[in-house]
Nanobody, 122 residues
Framework: QAQLVESGGGSVQAGGSLRLSCAYT?????MAWFRQAPGKGREGVAA???????TYIASVKGRFTIARDNAANTLSLQMNNLKPEDTAIYYC???????????????????WGQGTQVTVSS
């Protein structure tokens, strides 16, 4: 079973940038970043497939960039122009085609990291 470990979270002011990284032991076809804000459900943010397709939710499109480095076994999320509403715990997730239920459906992903906190102050 793949293991995923996130890093790079922290606290920034609105308009700032952070880069999250996820180190994984075994790559899977679908890899994504989710987030969970206090009192809210887990929300898919950006996803990357094994054939090079990336997709984003509307609220982060143009600000966030997901990238995958198969040689280094890392998944990253570059977050620019951060807003207070981006505050959440961010999770890295990985899944296989047999479990596919949609890019941002948590059921697609069978392996999850422990999460890293991102706090954006106004």
């Amino acid at each position: 079973q793949a293991q995923l470990v996130e890093s790079g979270g922290g606290s920034v002011q609105a308009g700032g940038s952070l880069r999250l990284s996820c180190a994984y032991t075994t790559g899977q076809f679908y890899m994504a970043w989710f987030r969970q804000a206090p009192g809210k459900g887990r929300e898919g943010v950006a996803a990357f497939t094994g054939n090079g397709v990336d997709t984003y939710i509307a609220s982060v499109k143009g600000r966030f960039t997901i990238a995958r480095d198969n040689a280094a076994n890392t998944l990253s999320l570059q977050m620019n122009n951060l807003k207070p509403e981006d505050t959440a715990i961010y999770y890295c997730a990985a899944g296989d085609p047999k479990d596919y239920r949609g890019y941002f459906n948590p059921s697609t992903y069978t392996n999850w990291g422990q999460g890293t906190q991102v706090t954006v102050s106004s």
